[in-house]
């Protein structure tokens, strides 16, 4: 298969993460016999400092036209004193909304030799194995009206939802749930918010077509306990805007490292926006201490959901398992057995299982 992919290695370590990412790609390419093309942009503080705006038009035009898109991280004390528009995010929220990807999926897993890098006991967070799926377009960030009133004596923010919007997020969990292990929980705050009856009505009608897959609904904040006490109770979770952000942050802790955690912006056609969850770390880069997993994971997202590589995704995941299996890990993983080593050589490592 012949694909194009965008590169956007942004900030900090942004580009030493995407460097691993493209190797890897080009390494499943290899194997599999598929052409994979690249072409690199500019975004976030890099693109301020080239174009004078965090996200330039060329790179917009370049993204549309891509397959899908992987982007390594941006922003960092450089450009923290820039106003609102120039600032480095205004990047990265742009892109998202340009590109119209509306499902946020945070896959979040405790890897059996990683167990005593989580802050949790390593009982609680044995097996766990979940999928947050968070709306990324409406919810409470967008809706409108959001203003100070009253002289600044009262403030108003919504919580908005077409039902398409749910419908849409929804079907996509769905589907999700379908190829792992066919649970489903949708967590709203029905007991209280109109609009998150409305989401359990619609995961109720939508449930119907997925007769294989398991549903519960829960409250948001039962549910944010459950998660730090019986994280592998989940599977797949559904949810608004403000609470998968909120929930996601909570569940990345069950990994032990925030190098470790891949995430994907997906829409309906499958292209993507692919990265991983850490930011630039500006402490560490340039010094190859980067970790590279979290960005080689979101790459094994890219094979699946924007190409349909099933086979080349799983081999990437399981070269991941092999490398950690052998006692390789980053200086950001918290563990004293296993052999430390680089960014470069942990990429290395993992190519060479491919
Ligand atoms: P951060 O995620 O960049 O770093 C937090 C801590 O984790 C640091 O100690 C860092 O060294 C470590 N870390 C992060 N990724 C790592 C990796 N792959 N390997 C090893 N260690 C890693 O978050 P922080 O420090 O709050 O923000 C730094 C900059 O990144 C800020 O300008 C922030 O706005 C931006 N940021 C960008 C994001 C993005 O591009 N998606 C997300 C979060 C923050
Ligand atoms: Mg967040």
Not at 15 to 41: C, D, M, N, W
Not at 91 to 112: D, E, M, S, T, W
Not at 320 to 333: I, K, P, R, S, W
């Amino acid at each position: 298969m012949k694909k194009h992919i965008v590169l956007l290695p942004g900030d900090g370590i942004g580009p030493e993460v995407t460097k691993a990412a493209k190797q890897v790609l080009e390494a499943i390419a290899g194997r599999y016999q598929h052409t994979f093309t690249f072409e690199s942009h500019d975004i976030g503080g890099a693109a301020v400092d080239q174009h004078g705006t965090p996200l330039p038009e060329d790179t917009v035009e370049a993204c549309n036209k891509a397959d899908a898109v992987f982007l390594g991280a941006v922003g960092g004390p450089k450009w923290d004193q820039l106003p609102g528009h120039l600032r480095p995010e205004k990047g990265l929220l742009g892109i998202r909304k340009q590109l119209g990807l509306f499902a946020n999926l945070r896959p979040v897993q405790a890897f059996q030799q990683l167990l005593h890098a989580s802050p949790l006991k390593s009982e609680v967070v044995a097996g766990s194995d979940l999928l947050i799926v968070r709306e990324l377009t409406g919810g409470l960030y967008f809706g409108e009206p959001r203003e100070r009133r009253d002289n600044g004596q009262s403030v108003v923010d919504t919580l908005a939802y077409q039902r398409s919007e749910i419908e849409r997020i929804v079907e996509k969990a769905f589907q999700s749930a379908q190829v792992r292990r066919k649970h489903l929980t949708s967590v709203d705050k029905a007991n209280v918010l109109e609009s998150s009856r409305m989401w359990r009505e619609v995961v109720e009608e939508k449930k119907q077509a997925y007769p294989d897959v398991e549903v519960e609904h829960m409250l948001v904040d039962a549910a944010a306990m459950k998660l730090v006490t019986n994280p592998s109770s989940f599977d797949v979770i559904v949810t608004e805007n403000m609470f998968g952000d909120i929930l996601s942050d909570e569940a990345s802790v069950l990994t032990g490292s925030l190098g470790m955690l891949p995430s994907a912006s997906v829409r309906e056609d499958g292209v993507g926006l692919f990265e991983p969850v850490h930011g630039s770390a500006p402490d560490i880069a340039g010094q190859n201490k980067a970790n590279p997993l979290a960005s080689i994971l979101s790459v094994a997202m890219m094979l699946k959901h924007s190409f349909g590589m099933q086979e080349e995704a799983d081999t990437v995941e399981a070269a991941v398992h092999e490398v950690l299996h052998a006692g390789f890990h980053t200086a950001d993983l918290d563990i004293t057995q296993g052999i430390e080593v680089g960014g470069s050589q942990m990429a290395a490592k993992v190519i060479e299982q491919i």
